[in-house]
């Protein structure tokens, strides 16, 4: 379809015949795409806008790395355990951090310290 060597000028006015408009984002400080048991972390990626038939879609490079999205317990889950175990709230919530949320491990992780 195109020419084996194509320069950048050319494939975008191509594209832009074809009623394709691509746009690099600046100023990208970061990506991050959130999935329920982890994150993809993009640190200064490169990210370009297209769109096309009214449709916007967004393609994104660069070096990655994956974490595990720190679990921020609920505010009554929190409170249950305070009570339950007669702590205070910084020991509350991270025994339910270190449990991933399970209150009822929390609090016996409490009661045996």
Known sequence: MFP???????????M???????????????VVIRLTD?????????VVQTEMAGQRSYQV????????????PAEDDIKLVMVQTGVERV???Q???ETSGD?????LKLKKS
Not at 61 to 72: A, D, N, V, Y
Request: glycine residues 6%.
């Open 103 to 107: 209150i009822a491990e929390a609090i």
């Open 91 to 93: 020991e509350a919530t």
């Open 38 to 46: 982890r994150e993809i972390v993009l640190p200064s990626a490169q």
């Open 61 to 72: 490079s660069g070096q990655e790395f994956e974490r595990k999205p720190e679990l921020e």
């Open 4 to 14: 084996r060597r194509i320069d950048r000028k050319q494939m975008e006015r191509a």
């Open 95 to 97: 025994a339910l951090k």
């Open 16 to 30: 832009r015949q074809m009623g394709v408009k691509m746009e690099e984002l600046e100023g990208v400080r970061e």
